[in-house]
């Protein structure tokens, strides 16, 4: 054997050596049948040189052969640091995947709003998390359609066309069914995702504003109400209005009445006061005073004395 055939069944040893480590170490099944094929490859011969042949008889002559077994050999012992390399690689790299996936999970189980992906046969392929009393695992696989009331299917199904048709952003208030039989509202925000030039999926990411429409109905039934009493209010201020001025009518008349009586008995009194012993040359003088008073009191353009 010749001392150039020996480093090489020894530089195999080492590959060996090295692709054994790293599979105990790394309990992967590419170091296993790696160090599978080098103990194969190089391991016996060295064993038989050790223990048959014997060092005293290395020879000094080196041929073509022998230098092809040595480049197998250094070609062996970086494979095996190649491969080595390649395991840990893929390996962190799975590991920082997963660990990238654990902090998603963690942040879309975490964040209030609830994601949705939806395709284009309105299936929901994923969900976060739900506050609707159903589980995950009810709602995916399943249309949209049966989680909204009747009324709600044409606005959603505008909205979807507009997401995959047009490849538009959406924003739209829909109601939604809870597992309890009640009504919860959401401002979905539907984002088309870029898979190509057709868009495959649509994410959702719903917010529940449930609270909201709540308070804005309340505020609507209290403006109602308010209007209603104001209304009210008004009507009853008219008629008091209408009841005052009626009043205040009557009453002027009464004060009217009142006026022409007093202005009446103090006309006749007058009347009676200058008639009372006059002379026969002024009694027509007097009676024409009177008749003045008497057009006067009655706002009369003329009055008469008339004998039938």
Same mark, same amino acid.
């Given at each position: 054997?010749?001392?150039? =055939?020996?480093?090489?069944?020894? +530089? *195999?040893?080492? /590959? %060996? ?8 170490? *790394? ?6 049948? +790696?160090? #599978?094929?080098?103990?194969? /490859?190089?391991?016996?011969? *060295?064993? &038989? ?20 077994? +040595? ?11 190649? !491969?080595?390399?390649?395991?840990? #690689?893929h390996r962190t790299a799975a590991q920082e995947l997963r660990e990238s996936q654990r902090q998603l %999970?963690?942040?879309l189980q975490n964040v209030p709003d609830a994601i949705v992906t939806i395709d284009r046969d309105n ?6 998390? $739900? ?8 709602? !995916? ?38 597992? =309890? ?12 995702? &870029? ?6 999926? /649509? ?37 008091? =209005?209408?009841?005052?001025? /009626? ?11 009142? $006026?022409?009586?007093?202005?009446? &008995?103090?006309?006749?009194? =007058?009347? $009676? #006061? ?15 005073? %009177? *008749?003045?008073? !008497?057009?006067?009191?009655?706002? %009369?353009?003329? #009055? ?5």
């Amino acid at each position: 054997m010749g001392i150039v =055939n020996f480093f090489s069944l020894v +530089l *195999l040893t080492i /590959a %060996a050596a090295q692709a054994g480590i790293a599979w105990w170490r *790394l309990r992967d099944w590419r170091m296993a049948f +790696l160090f #599978s094929a080098l103990i194969l /490859a190089g391991v016996p011969g *060295l064993l &038989e040189f050790l223990f048959v042949i014997g060092p005293s008889h290395l020879q000094l002559k080196a041929g073509l052969e022998d230098f092809q077994q +040595l480049t197998i050999g250094t070609l062996a012992i970086a494979a095996v640091w190649y !491969v080595q390399r390649m395991v840990v #690689s893929h390996r962190t790299a799975a590991q920082e995947l997963r660990e990238s996936q654990r902090q998603l %999970a963690a942040v879309l189980q975490n964040v209030p709003d609830a994601i949705v992906t939806i395709d284009r046969d309105n299936k929901i392929q994923y969900l976060n998390h $739900s506050d609707m009393g159903y589980e995950t695992d009810e709602i !995916v696989g399943r249309s949209g359609f049966e989680f909204l009331p009747t009324e709600a299917h044409g606005e959603l199904k505008a909205a979807l066309d507009a997401v995959f048709q047009e490849g538009r952003y959406v924003e739209v208030d829909l109601p939604i069914n809870d597992r =309890n039989g009640g009504l919860r509202w959401y401002t979905c925000r539907m984002i088309p995702a &870029e898979n190509g030039p057709v868009v495959e999926t /649509a994410t959702v990411i719903a917010t529940n504003i449930t609270q909201r429409k709540l308070d804005e109905d309340a505020l609507r039934r209290s403006r109602d109400e308010l209007e209603d009493r104001v209304k009210e209010r008004t009507r009853e201020l008219a008629l008091a =209005n209408q009841e005052l001025r /009626a009043e205040v009518l009557e009453r002027r008349q009464t004060e009217d009445r009142l $006026s022409f009586r007093i202005r009446f &008995e103090r006309m006749i009194s =007058n009347i $009676s #006061s200058r008639l009372i012993d006059l002379e026969p040359d002024q009694i027509d003088a007097a009676i024409s005073d %009177a *008749l003045r008073d !008497v057009g006067e009191l009655m706002n %009369a353009d003329e #009055s008469y004395i008339c004998r039938i």
